[in-house]
């Protein structure tokens, strides 16, 4: 018991010393100093980002990311299923061509968000982003898409997005 007693006795004279010697600067411990020099912040950006990017079947193809076609099945609203072919780019080629540094991105916080020109829009998460089956596409089934169209390559039949106008990272 006389220990016990003692040992709280000590923790609170460390505690009241600690306490007033970091009110007024005196003693305590320093903050550690860097063991590695300092160097430029890491962002999401690995380049400037192009200013206005629009959307259309021809600015998807001028910046020179591999087409992709890939045949898709779909359930429409009615429950209905039927395949698709889009030809597109993959969605993170995209988002690496814009600069984004894909390493940063983690399965736990990362959202997608791609909207349409009437303001609809969808979500989705890490997997989606780094699928080699999601794509922003400029055809579908031989028909020119304008704007593009997203197909994330699942069957969701409130997933597809035509009318593509933005896309978003949020991490």
């Given at each position: 018991m006389l220990r016990n007693i003692i040992s709280w006795f000590i923790a609170a004279i460390m505690a009241i010393v600690g306490f007033f010697g970091g009110l007024f600067?005196?003693?305590?411990?320093?903050?550690?100093?860097?063991t590695?020099?300092?160097?430029?912040?890491?962002?999401?950006?690995?380049k400037p980002q192009p200013q206005n990017f629009a959307f259309s079947s021809e600015s998807l193809q001028e910046l020179g990311l591999t087409p992709h076609t890939i045949p898709m099945d779909t359930i429409d609203s009615a429950d209905r299923e039927y395949t698709r072919i889009y030809t597109g780019v993959l969605v993170k080629d995209f988002l690496a061509a814009m600069g984004v540094n894909l390493a940063?991105?983690?399965?736990?916080?990362?959202?997608?968000?791609?909207?349409?020109?009437?303001?609809?829009?969808?979500?989705?998460?890490?997997?989606?982003?780094?699928?080699?089956?999601?794509?922003?596409?400029?055809?579908?089934?031989?028909?020119?898409?304008?704007?593009?169209?997203?197909?994330?390559?699942?069957?969701?039949?409130?997933?597809y997005l035509k009318n593509v106008v933005s896309v978003t990272v949020n991490y």
């Open positions: 600067g005196i003693g305590g411990n320093k903050p550690a100093e860097p590695v020099p300092p160097t430029e912040t890491t962002t999401l950006l690995q940063l991105l983690d399965g736990e916080s990362t959202l997608l968000v791609i909207m349409s020109d009437n303001a609809a829009g969808v979500a989705f998460g890490y997997d989606i982003i780094m699928s080699d089956r999601a794509l922003l596409a400029w055809d579908m089934d031989g028909a020119e898409q304008i704007p593009p169209r997203f197909a994330p390559g699942n069957t969701n039949h409130g997933a």
